[in-house]
Protein backbone atom coordinates (compact mmCIF):
# COMPACT_ATOMS: atom_id res chain seq x y z
CA UNK A 1 0.00 0.00 0.00
CA UNK A 2 1.35 3.49 -0.66
CA UNK A 3 1.72 5.94 1.32
CA UNK A 4 -0.70 8.33 -0.71
CA UNK A 5 -3.21 5.81 -0.56
CA UNK A 6 -2.95 5.14 3.42
CA UNK A 7 -3.26 8.66 3.53
CA UNK A 8 -7.04 8.89 1.60
CA UNK A 9 -8.04 6.12 3.63
CA UNK A 10 -7.84 7.68 6.85
CA UNK A 11 -9.32 11.07 5.65
CA UNK A 12 -11.90 8.94 4.20
CA UNK A 13 -12.02 6.82 7.23
CA UNK A 14 -12.63 10.33 9.05
CA UNK A 15 -15.24 11.88 7.24
CA UNK A 16 -16.95 9.04 7.15
CA UNK A 17 -17.14 8.57 11.32
CA UNK A 18 -18.00 12.52 11.06
CA UNK A 19 -20.84 11.62 8.75
CA UNK A 20 -21.85 9.01 10.95
CA UNK A 21 -21.60 10.70 14.10
CA UNK A 22 -23.78 13.89 12.82
CA UNK A 23 -26.80 11.17 11.52
CA UNK A 24 -26.52 10.46 15.58
CA UNK A 25 -26.93 13.73 16.36
CA UNK A 26 -30.01 14.25 13.77
CA UNK A 27 -31.84 10.67 15.15
CA UNK A 28 -31.88 12.35 18.50
CA UNK A 29 -33.99 15.74 17.02
CA UNK A 30 -35.04 14.37 13.83
CA UNK A 31 -36.15 11.08 14.31
CA UNK A 32 -34.86 8.12 12.14
CA UNK A 33 -37.77 9.40 9.21
CA UNK A 34 -35.71 12.56 9.60
CA UNK A 35 -32.39 11.70 8.62
CA UNK A 36 -31.33 13.83 5.71
CA UNK A 37 -27.91 13.49 3.96
CA UNK A 38 -28.48 17.21 2.89
CA UNK A 39 -28.58 18.43 6.04
CA UNK A 40 -25.68 16.28 7.18
CA UNK A 41 -23.59 17.85 4.20
CA UNK A 42 -24.84 21.13 4.72
CA UNK A 43 -23.56 20.32 8.89
CA UNK A 44 -20.25 20.09 7.66
CA UNK A 45 -20.03 22.45 5.18
CA UNK A 46 -20.13 19.65 2.19
CA UNK A 47 -21.58 20.44 -1.08
CA UNK A 48 -24.49 17.27 -1.57
CA UNK A 49 -22.72 15.86 -4.09
CA UNK A 50 -19.67 15.03 -1.85
CA UNK A 51 -21.66 13.25 0.41
CA UNK A 52 -22.65 10.95 -2.11
CA UNK A 53 -19.43 9.26 -2.53
CA UNK A 54 -19.62 8.02 1.06
CA UNK A 55 -23.06 7.16 1.23
CA UNK A 56 -24.88 7.06 -2.24
CA UNK A 57 -28.60 7.27 -0.42
CA UNK A 58 -30.07 7.58 3.01
CA UNK A 59 -30.78 4.11 3.15
CA UNK A 60 -26.92 3.52 2.82
CA UNK A 61 -26.75 6.06 5.89
CA UNK A 62 -28.95 4.56 8.17
CA UNK A 63 -27.60 1.02 7.65
CA UNK A 64 -24.39 1.73 9.19
CA UNK A 65 -25.89 3.57 11.82
CA UNK A 66 -27.69 0.54 12.39
CA UNK A 67 -25.11 -2.10 12.03
CA UNK A 68 -22.93 0.15 14.20
CA UNK A 69 -25.57 0.23 17.24
CA UNK A 70 -26.21 -3.77 16.91
CA UNK A 71 -22.73 -4.15 17.39
CA UNK A 72 -22.34 -1.50 20.26
CA UNK A 73 -24.99 -2.91 22.24
CA UNK A 74 -23.91 -6.66 21.47
CA UNK A 75 -20.37 -6.13 22.46
CA UNK A 76 -21.63 -4.67 25.68
CA UNK A 77 -23.77 -7.60 26.42
CA UNK A 78 -20.81 -10.27 25.01
CA UNK A 79 -18.33 -8.39 27.23
CA UNK A 80 -20.46 -8.13 30.42
CA UNK A 81 -21.66 -12.42 30.20
CA UNK A 82 -18.54 -13.25 29.52
CA UNK A 83 -17.05 -11.14 33.09
CA UNK A 84 -19.61 -13.89 34.91
CA UNK A 85 -18.51 -17.45 35.99
CA UNK A 86 -19.66 -20.10 32.96
CA UNK A 87 -21.77 -21.97 35.59
CA UNK A 88 -23.85 -18.97 37.23
CA UNK A 89 -26.20 -18.82 34.80
CA UNK A 90 -28.66 -16.84 36.51
CA UNK A 91 -25.75 -14.07 37.15
CA UNK A 92 -24.88 -14.30 33.59
CA UNK A 93 -28.77 -13.35 32.37
CA UNK A 94 -28.54 -10.80 34.84
CA UNK A 95 -25.36 -9.04 33.70
CA UNK A 96 -26.62 -9.29 29.91
CA UNK A 97 -29.78 -8.17 30.93
CA UNK A 98 -28.45 -4.96 32.85
CA UNK A 99 -25.47 -4.24 30.29
CA UNK A 100 -28.57 -4.05 27.50
CA UNK A 101 -30.40 -1.57 29.47
CA UNK A 102 -27.26 0.42 30.27
CA UNK A 103 -26.40 0.62 26.51
CA UNK A 104 -30.62 1.79 25.89
CA UNK A 105 -30.76 4.48 28.45
CA UNK A 106 -27.61 5.82 27.39
CA UNK A 107 -28.61 5.64 23.86
CA UNK A 108 -32.22 6.30 23.42
CA UNK A 109 -32.27 7.61 20.00
CA UNK A 110 -30.14 4.66 18.75
CA UNK A 111 -32.01 2.08 20.82
CA UNK A 112 -35.68 3.61 19.15
CA UNK A 113 -33.76 3.39 15.66
CA UNK A 114 -33.21 -0.62 16.60
CA UNK A 115 -36.50 -1.09 18.30
CA UNK A 116 -38.52 1.34 17.56
CA UNK A 117 -41.24 1.90 14.90
CA UNK A 118 -39.94 1.31 11.60
CA UNK A 119 -38.93 3.56 9.28
CA UNK A 120 -41.00 4.68 6.42
CA UNK A 121 -39.27 3.44 2.86
CA UNK A 122 -36.50 1.64 4.79
CA UNK A 123 -35.89 -2.05 4.42
CA UNK A 124 -32.70 -3.29 6.73
CA UNK A 125 -30.32 -5.61 4.14
CA UNK A 126 -29.19 -8.65 5.17
CA UNK A 127 -25.67 -7.21 6.07
CA UNK A 128 -27.63 -6.24 9.08
CA UNK A 129 -28.38 -9.74 10.46
CA UNK A 130 -25.14 -10.51 11.89
CA UNK A 131 -24.61 -7.67 14.14
CA UNK A 132 -28.55 -7.92 14.82
CA UNK A 133 -27.99 -11.40 16.66
CA UNK A 134 -25.04 -10.66 18.73
CA UNK A 135 -27.08 -9.70 21.90
CA UNK A 136 -29.52 -12.63 21.03
CA UNK A 137 -26.71 -15.19 20.48
CA UNK A 138 -25.74 -14.42 24.00
CA UNK A 139 -28.97 -15.05 25.43
CA UNK A 140 -29.60 -17.97 23.53
CA UNK A 141 -25.78 -19.20 24.53
CA UNK A 142 -26.96 -19.10 28.65
CA UNK A 143 -29.90 -21.16 28.09
CA UNK A 144 -28.11 -23.31 25.74
CA UNK A 145 -25.58 -24.10 28.52
CA UNK A 146 -27.86 -24.12 31.13
CA UNK A 147 -30.24 -26.78 29.67
CA UNK A 148 -26.96 -29.11 29.24
CA UNK A 149 -25.91 -28.65 32.55
CA UNK A 150 -29.10 -29.55 34.11
CA UNK A 151 -29.79 -26.48 35.32
CA UNK A 152 -32.67 -25.66 33.57
CA UNK A 153 -36.21 -26.66 34.20
CA UNK A 154 -38.52 -25.99 31.20
CA UNK A 155 -42.45 -26.04 31.11
CA UNK A 156 -43.86 -29.32 30.89
CA UNK A 157 -46.35 -28.79 28.39
CA UNK A 158 -44.79 -28.53 24.41
CA UNK A 159 -46.03 -25.51 22.56
CA UNK A 160 -48.82 -26.39 19.63
CA UNK A 161 -47.82 -28.06 16.83
CA UNK A 162 -48.21 -25.42 14.10
CA UNK A 163 -45.34 -22.94 16.08
CA UNK A 164 -42.99 -25.76 15.10
CA UNK A 165 -41.97 -23.50 11.99
CA UNK A 166 -41.92 -20.31 14.10
CA UNK A 167 -39.35 -21.90 16.30
CA UNK A 168 -36.64 -23.17 13.53
CA UNK A 169 -35.05 -19.84 13.67
CA UNK A 170 -34.54 -20.05 17.03
CA UNK A 171 -33.25 -23.27 17.60
CA UNK A 172 -29.45 -22.29 15.55
CA UNK A 173 -29.28 -19.50 18.78
CA UNK A 174 -30.14 -22.73 21.27
CA UNK A 175 -28.91 -25.52 19.98
CA UNK A 176 -30.28 -29.07 21.68
CA UNK A 177 -32.85 -27.19 23.31
CA UNK A 178 -36.25 -28.66 23.22
CA UNK A 179 -38.80 -26.50 22.34
CA UNK A 180 -40.95 -25.68 24.95
CA UNK A 181 -37.91 -24.24 26.36
CA UNK A 182 -37.18 -22.47 23.87
CA UNK A 183 -40.72 -20.61 24.14
CA UNK A 184 -40.53 -20.00 27.57
CA UNK A 185 -36.88 -18.34 26.43
CA UNK A 186 -39.02 -16.21 24.07
CA UNK A 187 -41.26 -14.91 27.18
CA UNK A 188 -38.44 -13.90 28.86
CA UNK A 189 -36.71 -12.34 25.96
CA UNK A 190 -39.94 -10.63 25.74
CA UNK A 191 -40.12 -9.37 28.90
CA UNK A 192 -36.60 -8.12 28.69
CA UNK A 193 -37.54 -5.95 25.77
CA UNK A 194 -40.58 -4.85 26.32
CA UNK A 195 -39.44 -3.60 30.14
CA UNK A 196 -36.84 -1.41 27.94
CA UNK A 197 -39.12 -0.26 25.28
CA UNK A 198 -41.19 0.81 28.51
CA UNK A 199 -38.29 2.89 30.04
CA UNK A 200 -36.78 4.23 27.29
CA UNK A 201 -40.09 5.77 25.65
CA UNK A 202 -41.27 6.68 28.99
CA UNK A 203 -43.70 4.88 29.23
CA UNK A 204 -42.74 4.74 33.39
CA UNK A 205 -43.34 8.18 33.94
CA UNK A 206 -45.14 8.39 37.11
CA UNK A 207 -45.75 5.02 37.39
CA UNK A 208 -41.60 3.93 38.65
CA UNK A 209 -39.45 6.13 39.90
CA UNK A 210 -36.45 3.40 41.14
CA UNK A 211 -36.05 2.66 37.59
CA UNK A 212 -32.61 0.44 38.10
CA UNK A 213 -34.23 -1.54 41.21
CA UNK A 214 -37.44 -2.36 39.22
CA UNK A 215 -36.03 -3.35 36.33
CA UNK A 216 -33.29 -5.69 38.16
CA UNK A 217 -36.33 -7.56 40.19
CA UNK A 218 -38.28 -7.59 36.70
CA UNK A 219 -35.39 -9.42 35.43
CA UNK A 220 -34.77 -11.72 38.29
CA UNK A 221 -38.26 -12.77 38.09
CA UNK A 222 -37.49 -13.29 34.13
CA UNK A 223 -35.16 -15.21 35.00
CA UNK A 224 -37.10 -17.50 37.53
CA UNK A 225 -39.46 -17.74 34.59
CA UNK A 226 -37.03 -18.56 32.09
CA UNK A 227 -36.54 -21.68 34.59
CA UNK A 228 -32.61 -20.93 35.91
CA UNK A 229 -32.31 -21.41 39.86
CA UNK A 230 -31.92 -19.12 42.23
Known amino acids: MTASRSARERVRAELTREITDIARRQLATEGAGGLSLRAVAR ?16 DDLLTTLIIDAYNAVGEAVEQAEAACP ?6 RWMAACHALRDWAVAHPHEYALLYGSPVPGYHAPQDTVAARVRDVAVLGRIVSDAWSAGALTPPATDPPAELDADVAGLREHMP ?10 VL ?19 TLQHHRSAFDHAMSLAATTLGLAQ
Do not use: H
Open 86 to 91: RDDFRA
Open 43 to 58: EMGMVSSAIYRYFPSR
Open 176 to 185: GVPDRAIWQA
Open 188 to 206: SWTALYGWLSFEVFGQFTG
